[in-house]
């Protein structure tokens, strides 16, 4: 395994060729990764392709119930992704860490994103520490991978420990995506673990303020019963 694995580093592909004629391609390293695991991980797309062509098994998981895929979706290699879907690969592995959309949106790979949610990845799935990838796209100010996962359907209220991503922007005083989210739906009277709505983590100064007090004014009253 290592000499193959040596092989993938360098690039050259000749050597790879040579070698897989008497290398096992279903070998495991010490984590249970197959030589098509590292392949995606190191981006490597001409041996992703010859390992498929070889006949590797292409939803292989390893210790942590990682595939291929999620490697894929690591390297941010939109490319290699398509090849391993076309392979029918399950699009949401039970990995322990997160699926290929957590790892696709926090390379911020609006590619993979977008191919991994047309390929029926789950928007709101969360990884362990139950971070959905809205959560995480917010997180990171990645304001395209925020638009792509509400425009396809992702929940704009979804919580992890009460915590919605309307609360994680005003935390971060963003007016965009208080807007955003605002505009797909999310409650701006969801109360977090310590009972605050997202309003109270903004200064009364902020223009998310101002938006936040509009928009709640308009809930509560179409709340009220006539």
């Known amino acids: ?6 092989a993938l580093k360098s690039g050259d592909f000749e050597d790879l060729q040579n070698l897989l004629q008497t290398f096992n391609i279903h070998s495991r390293d010490a984590d249970n990764n197959t030589l098509l695991h590292h ?8 041996a992703v392709r010859l390992l498929l062509d070889s006949g590797v098994h292409a939803n292989a998981s390893n210790i942590d119930g990682q595939t291929p895929i999620c490697d894929a979706a690591l390297s941010g290699s939109a490319e290699i992704i398509s090849l391993l879907l076309r392979s029918k690969v399950d699009v949401n592995p039970p990995s322990y860490w997160g699926s290929p ?6 390379n911020e790979s609006i590619n993979a994103m977008r ?16 971070l959905c990838p809205l959560h995480i796209a917010i997180q990171r100010r ?11 359907g992702a929940d704009p209220n979804c919580g992890v420990r009460l915590t919605t991503p309307l609360h994680m922007a005003a935390k971060l005083n963003d007016i965009d995506i208080t807007y955003l989210l605002l505009e797909f739906g999310a409650s701006p009277l969801s109360v977090d673990k310590d009972n605050h709505t997202p309003i109270d983590y903004v200064s009364s100064t902020s223009p998310v303020y101002r938006l936040l007090k509009s928009v709640q004014s308009k809930w ?6 006539p």
């Not at 392949?39 to 001409?46: F, R």
């Open 1 to 6: 395994m290592i000499d193959a694995i040596r």
């Open 39 to 46: 392949a995606c991980l190191l981006g490597n797309v001409e």
């Open 101 to 106: 959309l957590i790892y696709a949106t926090q």
């Open 115 to 130: 191919i991994l949610i047309n390929a029926g990845a789950s928007l709101n799935s969360p990884e362990r520490s139950g």
């Open 142 to 152: 990645f304001y395209a991978g925020i638009y792509l996962l509400l425009s396809k």
């Open 220 to 225: 509560v009253d179409s709340l009220v019963i």
